[in-house]
């Protein structure tokens, strides 16, 4: 185990990928989503159109540019309310190319969304030979398309498509990769298309309508969705657009920014808006476009993504990123694994013969908060698709802290009944040897100190205290010591550390480390400074409730 102190960070760069001399990469889209177009009177389907056909020579970038020119528009899904022959022709006033400031003046690269495909809905329903009607225009379009080369690829079972503009490779994926409902999975499809257009490092946006947000996330499966993002993880993704949830918004999904772009219309977040997509160069900025009125009346509003090319790989692990107080996510395994950190803590209560998960005792016996649903079936499903770890690229075990809140031996016993299926996925001892797994479980809280200790076969070890350091315990038995900061030091982030208690610190972390043990402090405050000061002082796991700040401080 002395190999997992030497070293904390892995970097993986898609070295010279998305390079480019000045001046030959240019390339600018619209990204739109959630139209809903219905029965007259319209007002937000030409608002929309008038302000997308005004971005050229008014739209002004965070960077102060001002946008000269559009190669498309995209539609990120919902295009449609409901599926009728009348609707549909409105749309095609609006978003087939042609003259007019009520009719878009672009290419428009359409998609399809959950509205547009469901049969059935809120007492509004599309039969099957409305929702044909859609799916026949759309392959009306593609044909045309891929017969002039104006796309590259096609799927036609999902209608997913590829085109490029420049070296950059777009990939529309329509309701989500991976979907089933209506069409064959369009998976395969994908990573055959990446292979073909963008194993060289082109960069790569990618477009489908569900997105990653906490509403949005549920609607998407997620073995699909891990599936896609192992398959983006080799690429080099400069971003990613999604619609549905009406809101602009940035969120993170394994360190993928997931730019979802707002509705059409006015609602309570303001006015409809939709996304401006630059990439320059190596540069990529997306911001979005708001609509003031329908005299095309433009002005920016964030989120703002500003990155540059070529975008990392997927690959960096933080190996010391501990993510606890899992009872303040809904997917606390999900947002661990998805910020990429090594480390994540589940606290655990025996409730009628079965091991649940949550910071207080469960009220509600709900099966999807076993320790079961929540923890082992998920990581033994990565490790499967993983080639036998949960980051497919580490050199060590992933760290599942377990705090024991019941009594220590009886939760100890059932556990390890119900963790017997899964044994060869966990570290273990066996017959006094270590063999390492893809997992390491180490137990805090009430431990069962004394039924380990006995035990010469296992696939549990201990989380140590300060006074296990010192007195000849194993780190077969206690490879992680950890204890509560406040009992040893004052300092509460603010100003710098006293030295008489930064010297403490220091001693501290020597004896763990003399004895091959990672140490975790717990209990500090949840300050940027404090966990800076961490990293740089050596502590081995830092702990956070904030993922997005500790992962920054790390990067």
């Not at 690959?315 to 107080?325: D, G, V």
């Not at 100890?412 to 040897?433: A, I």
């Not at 610190?505 to 004895?515: S, V």
Request: charged share 30%; glycine share 8%.
């Amino acid at each position: 185990m002395v190999k997992y102190i030497a070293s904390f960070f892995i970097l993986v760069v898609l070295a010279g990928a998305g390079k480019v001399a000045r001046g030959q990469r240019d390339v600018t889209f619209i990204i739109a989503a959630d139209l809903h177009f219905d029965f007259l009177p319209e007002t937000d389907q030409y608002y929309h159109v008038v302000a997308m056909n005004r971005v050229p020579g008014q739209f002004v970038m965070p960077d102060g540019e001002v946008i000269s020119r559009v190669d498309g528009v995209v539609i990120a899904g919902d295009i449609f309310d409901r599926s009728r022959p009348e609707i549909i022709d409105l749309y095609r006033q609006r978003y087939e190319c042609g003259e007019g400031e009520r009719r878009i003046h672009f290419p428009v690269y359409p998609g399809l969304g959950n509205h547009d495909l469901d049969v059935a809905r809120d007492g509004a329903p599309n039969n099957e030979e409305h929702l044909q009607l859609i799916k026949n225009y759309l392959d009306s379009l593609l044909v045309v398309r891929l017969r002039n080369g104006e796309i590259l690829n096609w799927h036609p079972s999902s209608r997913s498509y590829s085109w490029n503009a420049g070296d950059v490779h777009f990939v529309h994926a329509q309701r989500y990769a991976g979907d089933t409902s209506y069409c064959e999975s369009n998976l395969e499809w994908l990573k055959a298309d990446l292979q073909t257009y963008a194993s060289n490092g082109e960069p790569v946006v990618y477009i489908q309508h569900y997105g990653t947000d906490p509403w949005a996330i549920e609607w998407w499966p997620r073995e699909a969705r891990e599936e896609l993002f192992d398959v983006l993880d080799k690429y080099n993704v400069a971003a990613f657009f999604a619609g549905h949830t009406h809101t602009a918004m940035m969120p993170e999904y394994r360190g993928y920014p997931i730019y979802e772009v707002n509705n059409a219309w006015k609602d309570e977040d303001g006015n409809g808006s939709f996304a401006v997509l630059r990439i320059k160069d190596d540069r990529v900025t997306v911001a979005s476009c708001r609509w003031k009125n329908g005299e095309g009346e433009l002005e920016t509003v964030e989120p703002v993504l500003n990155r540059t090319l070529p975008a990392k790989a997927r690959e960096k692990i933080h190996y010391n990123a501990f993510s606890h107080n899992d009872y303040w996510r809904r997917r606390p395994l999900e947002d661990a694994l998805s910020y990429r950190f090594n480390c994540v803590e589940a606290d655990l209560w025996l409730i009628d013969g079965d091991v649940y998960v949550g910071h207080s005792k469960p009220f509600f016996r709900r099966a999807a908060r076993t320790f079961e649903n929540m923890y082992l079936k998920p990581l033994v499903a990565r490790i499967e698709a993983n080639g036998g770890k949960v980051y497919p690229s580490s050199d060590r075990p992933f760290f599942l802290m377990v705090e024991f809140k019941s009594d220590a031996e009886e939760l100890y016993r059932v556990l390890k009944e119900k963790m017997e299926p899964y044994r060869k996925y966990f570290c273990s001892l066996d017959e006094g040897e270590y063999r390492e797994g893809a997992v390491l479980l180490f137990i805090s809280g009430k431990r069962p100190t004394h039924v380990l200790s006995r035990e010469q076969s296992r696939f549990m070890f201990l989380d140590g205290m300060i006074r296990d350091l010192g007195v000849g315990k194993p780190t077969t038995l206690i490879p992680v010591v950890s204890d509560h900061y406040s009992r040893y030091f004052t300092w509460r982030g603010r100003g710098k550390m006293p030295e008489e208690e930064y010297r403490k610190m220091k001693e501290i972390l020597d004896k763990a480390h003399g004895e091959n043990k990672l140490f975790r402090w717990w209990g500090e405050p949840e300050r940027k400074a404090v966990k800076k000061l961490f990293l740089e002082i050596g502590v081995d796991l830092v702990g956070t409730d904030d993922l997005k700040m500790l992962r920054k401080l790390l990067e």
